[in-house]
């Protein structure tokens, strides 16, 4: 069980990119929908099809309207960390055909797992609908890169149910899905800081833990510090000071690489960070532990 430790990391992880990033984060993810329109029209005079077309694009435009709308509340309503509001509100459109409503869908059934008042059957049920919801935005909109980071960390909790051996082989599908993220909107942190965390945790898997992956996988998933650390900086270079957990990250990835004046310079970035949230708090005590090793 301690060989795959480290995808459980995703939960903590994705749930840490907290709702006061949600601005950078929704101005990226609202990629434009598509309108099909109908391509074989019956045979009209001039102006049965002008009235036709006008009508056809007000209506049009009312959807795209209405959808944008819907998506805004979703926004706000994450933003304010109403999740089982949003939860209800996007649950009406669950057989949407629009990727944009169901990625926002595969987010609020996740982020439902982690309220305490979840009881276990709950969780389990939630978090296989939220993948469900998540598979089905990739299915309708391939080019959507949230759908495609959401996919990632949905498929991540349910291998927390399906045992080892398929939680060893979902992680090379996690990290494809993140890198199609990244490669679709290379302006977004959130996607590089996870994928810097998933290359951090396969780097720092003790030799046992690799021995005992190798006996229930062939060819176990493996990482460097060196690749982590690319991705950790990429997230800087897109948003600076996005995320208190990033800083952290790469003052333990340089302390990792034995560059101690590094490792410096970003646990103190991570201990300076405004302390507003609770994993702020965490990252604020967890950069002064690591800040009295290395001065020690």
Known sequence: MAAVSPLRAFRRVVSGVTRRHWGSFRRSANTARNTTFLLTLPPLSYLGYETLRRVSCATAVFALDKADEVVEQADYLYSCGETEKLYKLLLQYKDSD???????????????????????????????????????????????????????????????????KVKIGNSF??????????????????????????????????????????????????????????????????????????????????????????????LNKAQDYPAITEEDKQVHKEARDLLKKLNC
């Open 98 to 164: 629009d990727a944009e409503f169901l990625w926002r869908l595969a987010r609020a059934s996740r982020d439902l797992t982690l309220l305490n008042n979840m009881t276990a059957d709950q969780k389990k049920k939630l978090t296989y609908e939220a993948f469900d919801y998540a598979k089905k935005a990739l299915e309708k909109n391939e080019a959507c890169f949230a759908a495609h980071k959401w996919y990632a960390v949905c498929l991540s909790d349910v291998g927390d149910y399906e045992g080892i």
């Open 173 to 266: 599908i996690i990290k494809e899905h993140l890198e199609r993220a990244i490669e679709l909107n290379p302006k977004d942190a959130t996607s590089f800081h996870i994928l810097g965390y998933w290359c951090f945790a396969f780097a720092e898997l003790p030799w046992y833990q690799r021995k005992v992956a190798a006996v229930l996988f062939a060819s176990p998933p493996t990482a460097t510090y060196e690749e982590a650390l690319e991705f950790f900086l990429r997230a800087e270079e897109v948003d600076p000071n996005f995320y208190s957990k990033n800083l952290l990250m790469l003052g333990k990835t340089y302390m990792m690489l034995k560059d101690q004046e590094k490792a410096l310079l970003w």
